[in-house]
């Protein structure tokens, strides 16, 4: 085992590093901290909000100690009501994406798009009833659509370098072209909700 002086990104890469001459106990140390991605997740939002287990324990109506086996234990021996229970007390909703194992990442990014699709359209239903509001929904699309293809533009330049030539990827936005785009937004959701299914 070595100690190095250095900053690391990770914990895995920390954890690599330092004992890079057992590369068993690496990968064992790795499942764990895996197998306690939920469990580390939830303590992580009961101390952002400054609440103590105890606090959570009352309003869970549990003793202290089943709020810290459930933070100390593995995400496999979570129940589903408990995590239900102990976000609610947070005042958090859980969702559950049922995905296919073998889906490829193109499809998780279609996946996540189509939510986002569903996210945009509630955030349009908003805009149908005020004039103020529809304003505001406007500059958040055009904020949005920006900040999607910032997204877009810099996973793009991580790509590596090739030898055939690659496309350009260029985009330029006109805050007049956008304003259209978004009333045709607007206008294509009024129009999907008065077409009978």
Same mark, same amino acid.
């Given at each position: 085992?070595?100690?190095? $002086?250095?900053?690391?990104? #990770?914990?895995?890469?920390?954890?690599?590093?330092? =004992?890079?001459?057992?590369?068993? =106990?690496?990968?064992?140390?790795?499942?764990?901290?895996? @197998?306690?991605?939920?469990?580390? &997740?939830?303590?992580?939002?009961?101390?952002?909000?400054?609440?103590?287990?105890?606090?959570?324990?009352?309003?869970?109506?549990?003793?202290?100690?089943?709020?810290?086996?459930?933070?100390? &234990?593995?995400? +496999? +021996?979570?129940? *589903? #009501?408990?995590?239900?229970? /102990? *976000?609610?007390?947070?005042? /958090?909703?859980?969702?559950? #994406?049922?995905?296919?194992?073998?889906?490829?990442?193109?499809?998780?990014?279609?996946?996540?798009?189509?939510?986002?699709?569903?996210?945009?359209?509630? !955030?349009? #239903?908003?805009?149908?009833? +005020?004039?103020?509001?529809?304003?505001?929904?406007?500059? =958040? /699309? $055009?904020?949005?659509?920006?900040?999607?293809?910032?997204?877009?533009?810099?996973?793009? $330049?991580? !790509? %590596?370098?090739?030898?055939?030539?690659?496309?350009?990827?260029?985009?330029? =936005?006109?805050?007049?072209?956008?304003?259209?785009?978004?009333?045709?937004?607007?206008?294509?959701?009024?129009? @999907?909700?008065?077409? %009978?299914?």
């Amino acid at each position: 085992m070595k100690m190095a $002086n250095k900053r690391y990104k #990770s914990v895995s890469e920390l954890i690599e590093d330092t =004992f890079d001459d057992d590369p068993q =106990f690496v990968d064992d140390l790795k499942t764990q901290i895996n @197998r306690r991605q939920i469990v580390r &997740g939830l303590a992580t939002l009961r101390n952002s909000k400054n609440i103590t287990q105890e606090e959570i324990a009352e309003k869970m109506r549990c003793a202290q100690s089943r709020v810290s086996k459930i933070e100390n &234990g593995l995400d +496999d +021996d979570l129940r *589903l #009501s408990d995590i239900l229970a /102990y *976000l609610k007390v947070l005042n /958090y909703n859980a969702e559950i #994406s049922l995905l296919p194992s073998d889906m490829t990442v193109v499809g998780e990014i279609k996946y996540y798009a189509r939510q986002m699709n569903k996210a945009f359209d509630k !955030l349009t #239903s908003l805009a149908l009833k +005020d004039d103020t509001i529809r304003e505001g929904i406007a500059k =958040f /699309y $055009n904020e949005a659509l920006v900040n999607l293809m910032a997204i877009v533009v810099s996973s793009a $330049n991580k !790509l %590596p370098k090739s030898k055939s030539p690659m496309p350009n990827i260029r985009l330029s =936005f006109n805050e007049e072209i956008a304003q259209e785009n978004q009333e045709v937004l607007v206008d294509n959701s009024r129009e @999907r909700r008065a077409t %009978p299914i």
